[in-house]
């Protein structure tokens, strides 16, 4: 009961930070638009997805340094931490170089790759890409930095140097488009904001996470290798993802043009909101789940990647159902009229997502158990399917939906060959751990969605007011949905008690004879 205690703490302190990033994303991404415009927006797009991919060319050991630091913690083998931490932030260091390289490069061919551009936006992308690039680098040392407070559950420091740069990234984004400045000015922001947090994660790791002797004797051939052994598969899965989620922005602008990545954007970037909420329930139980996968405990591992998937989709399923049902009314009203296409694609981009975010426990337990190569494989396959896919239907004529309905077929594929994979992996079979999660919110998603449809129905569209309206009663008919089909039976039943018992206590007793 305490660690389940525990994960409820570090996911309330991760929400919290999650819900302030959401409520800025909220207010300001309408602003971030109107201001610089589809065509300019859609460059920026752009160019964060292309800095991206040069976050791979450290092949995959951010991911391998997570791994085996748990794993090592979970054996105890300190002096294998103190070579992990040492060999990988000399590695960063020595790959930083190459990413600034490539930047700079990208810059300069970049009016020769996307011919489809306004001149001036290819003249100001040439300074962008290298000072975004700039910014990766930060984010390779911030990565390890997080790793080692993650590993001693320090989730809310973490969080607390989130909010502190989600502080400085949004005051600086309003400044610069307040007072005219471009994409250049957004760029320079974003490095300011990516260099505090390396610099606040730094300060904090050595003090509050697991302890690890950073020293150049303590930089290791031996224990690079051996990160390598396990990262050249992870690059292979980044790479991979990269492809499925980050590169339509380059499809479209290579096939369609450059304001139409406005309207795929906006739908890809709830559903990139949705992920991350996810992202902290993953987070919070991932090293534990490490650990595990070290000491062998299948048990334990059946366990916790049940909890993890149940609470997952317990947050994910009124969120994604929302989307296809309430998505069109909620764009209208976020981003004004002209943006319908946006709904399309927002409703097509939520059926892989489902499956995408259920697995992730999943995907979790198969990297601890060492089994990247499958995880690697999978995610190559999904990429080349909807590489292919997507390109093929822009050019028969469907556009950004063809790119969207690229992503839907081989992520649903692929997600249920992962999960029956995995499942066997850990024992117990696939049907009772189905029975037990994807079934339970597979449900209560479609009682759901017949409450959103019903609720549509009645009320009518009518701004803001009505629109959360609609958001309140659904979230009350959601709360007993959810704790009682997505949650273990005990775990609901006991949740509404404890919720009765706290509304209950509340009442005075005088009201409570009232007749």
Not at 68 to 74: A, E
Not at 272 to 284: E, G, P, Q
Not at 306 to 313: E, H, L, P, S, W
Not at 486 to 509: H, K, M, Q, W
Request: charged content about 10%; overall charge positive; aromatic content about 10%.
């Amino acid at each position: 009961m305490s660690k389940v205690r525990t994960y409820a703490r570090n996911l309330i302190a991760s929400w919290a930070g999650h819900g302030a990033s959401l409520a800025v994303a909220f207010f300001l991404s309408p602003f971030i638009v109107h201001s610089l415009g589809n065509a300019q927006y859609g460059v920026w797009t752009l160019l964060v997805s292309l800095t991206g991919y040069l976050g791979l060319v450290d092949i995959g050991v951010r991911a391998s340094t997570g791994r085996f630091l748990n794993y090592y913690l979970g054996r105890g083998e300190q002096e294998k931490v103190d070579r992990l931490i040492s060999t990988s932030l000399a590695f960063f260091t020595a790959v930083s170089v190459v990413v600034m390289a490539v930047a700079v490069g990208l810059g300069l061919a970049f009016g020769h790759i996307f011919t489809k551009f306004p001149p001036e936006l290819v003249a100001e992308a040439a300074w962008v890409l290298p000072l975004i690039g700039l910014n990766v680098w930060f984010g390779f040392y911030a990565a390890t930095f997080s790793q080692l407070l993650a590993s001693r559950e320090r989730f809310d420091l973490m969080n607390a140097v989130a909010l502190a740069v989600l502080g400085l990234r949004t005051g600086g984004t309003v400044w610069v488009l307040w007072t005219g400045h471009g994409i250049t000015a957004l760029a320079l922001v974003l490095v300011a904001s990516g260099a505090m947090a390396c610099v606040l994660l730094g300060l904090l790791a050595w003090r509050k996470g697991s302890p690890a002797a950073v020293q150049k004797s303590n930089v290791s051939l031996g224990m690079l290798k051996e990160i390598l052994s396990f990262s050249v598969w992870a690059f292979v899965g980044n790479v991979s993802v990269q492809l499925v989620y980050y590169t339509s922005s380059a499809i479209i602008g290579l096939l369609i043009g450059a304001a139409e990545i406005t309207y795929y954007s906006i739908a890809a970037m709830l559903i990139d909101y949705a992920s991350a909420a996810v992202s902290h329930v993953t987070n919070v139980m991932s090293p534990d789940i490490v650990k595990a996968a070290g000491q062998g405990d299948l048990a334990q591992l059946r366990w916790l990647s049940g909890k993890a998937t149940r609470i997952t989709m317990l947050v994910m399923v009124p969120i994604l159902v929302g989307y296809m049902t309430l998505g069109r009314e909620f764009i209208g009203l976020w981003m004004g009229p002209g943006y319908e296409e946006s709904a399309w694609v927002l409703l097509l981009l939520a059926i892989p997502a489902f499956c995408d975010v259920a697995n992730r426990p999943l995907v979790i337990l198969m990297s601890g158990l060492g089994h990247i190569r499958l995880l690697a494989v999978m995610s190559a396959t999904q990429a080349v399917f909807s590489l292919g896919l997507a390109v093929s239907l822009v050019l028969a004529g469907l556009g950004i939906r063809g790119v969207a309905w690229g992503a839907v077929m081989p992520g649903v594929a692929v997600q249920v060959w992962l999960f029956v994979a995995v499942t066997r992996r850990m024992g117990g079979g696939a049907w009772p751990f189905f029975r037990a999660t994807a079934l339970r919110w597979m449900v209560a998603g479609a009682l759901f969605a017949g409450l959103c449809m019903g609720t549509r129905a009645l009320l009518p569209q009518g701004g803001w007011p009505w629109f959360w309206a609609k958001v309140a009663i659904l979230a009350a008919l959601y709360a007993p949905i959810g704790l009682l089909v997505t949650l273990n039976r005990d775990d609901g039943v006991s949740r509404l008690r404890r919720l009765a018992r706290v509304v209950y206590g509340r009442i005075l007793p005088a009201e409570r004879m009232a007749p």
